[in-house]
């Protein structure tokens, strides 16, 4: 009888290799189907293995699955965290963005987990908490932001909240539709973010330092001294921009004082009027006053003489 060798393929797992296939499965598995949706039976018979082994390490369905989330968080926020080193906001911004995004497409699998409902074995590991947390580190840069622009920095951790929720939410519709590309749909959410509605930009595009960098697409990485002339022009553009801006806004409010002004103008006008005519109106109470009253010294003559002319 001939013996047949194992082949090497078919070695035994160390317990670490063993591990990382469980994790790797089981992330497969939540992915498609969920938490709930996925059993420790299903995961130890995609595993070729029985339910102990997946027991011995993770102690449960819930173990694994917390592994697996914890791991998605620390990778999508450590990518979120190196785009928010960026020197200018705008910069930081449009970094952050396409962080997620090139996450999204890149960890599929692990972006629908996280914006799963996070099952109670995940503890702090859902998408809520990690929202929260890169929030708080958007909220330190544009509490600096507005401290340079005049606004209150109470009100930074709110628009955190605000601008990291409608990233968030801009990434979870992308996930399925993948329509447009990638760096196109970041320079739109930086076109809203940035801009806002009344100083939209119709044909939005990721700054030259951005696309430079290399986590915003599969390139070679650019010189350092081609991304400081990339940072320097753009933060010219930026600077230039705001300039324009700031003259936008000194019109808009020249324009509003010159308003009021008229405003004020035409509303005294109008009292005055208002006054003239309450003048006439009494001259003309008083004169006609005074032609009851001569009518009646008139009435009370003539019944005088009547009087006088019954007597002779």
């Keep these: 009888m001939e013996t047949v060798t194992e082949p090497r393929s078919r070695r035994r797992m160390t317990g670490r290799e063993r591990r990382e296939q469980l994790i790797y499965i ?18 130890a018979a995609t595993a070729q293995v029985s339910k102990p082994v997946v027991y ?5 369905k819930e173990g694994v699955y ?5 791991r998605e968080m620390q990778k999508l926020l450590s990518m979120i965290t190196e785009a928010l080193a960026a020197s200018h906001s705008l910069v930081k911004l449009e970094r952050a963005a396409l962080a997620l995004l090139h996450y999204i497409e890149e960890s599929s699998e692990g972006f629908r987990i996280l914006v799963r409902d996070s099952h109670a074995a995940s503890g702090t590991g859902s998408f809520a908490s990690l929202i929260s947390e890169i929030a708080s580190q958007v909220e330190d840069v544009l509490a600096d932001e507005f401290a340079g622009r005049g606004y209150d920095p109470k009100l930074a951790p709110m628009y955190a909240q605000m601008l990291v929720g409608m990233v968030a939410l801009t990434g979870q519709w992308w996930l399925d539709v993948r329509k447009p590309a990638r760096e196109e749909v970041a320079a739109h959410l930086v076109n809203l973010a940035w801009n806002g509605l009344t100083g939209l930009n119709p044909h939005p595009a990721i700054t030259a330092s951005t696309r430079a960098h290399p986590a915003s697409a599969a390139r070679p990485r650019t010189g350092e001294k081609e991304l400081r002339e990339f940072e320097k ?4 553009e930026l600077r230039e921009a705001e300039k324009a801006r700031q003259r936008e806004l000194r019109e808009a409010e020249k324009a509003r004082v010159r308003e009021l002004k008229e405003r004020e103008r035409l509303l005294r006008e109008a009292e ?3 006054e003239r005519l309450l003048k006439e109106a009494e001259k003309a109470r008083e004169r006609e006053e005074k032609i009851r009253q001569r009518e009646a010294r008139l009435a009370e003559r003539a019944a005088r003489l009547g009087q006088v002319d019954q007597q002779e």
């Design 26 to 43: 089981s992330r497969t598995l939540f992915a498609e189907k969920g938490f709930d949706g996925t059993s420790i039976e299903e995961i």
């Design 56 to 60: 011995e390490h993770f102690g449960g």
């Design 66 to 70: 917390a592994v697996v989330v914890d």
């Design 233 to 236: 022009a753009r933060e010219k």
């Design 272 to 274: 005055k009027e208002r």
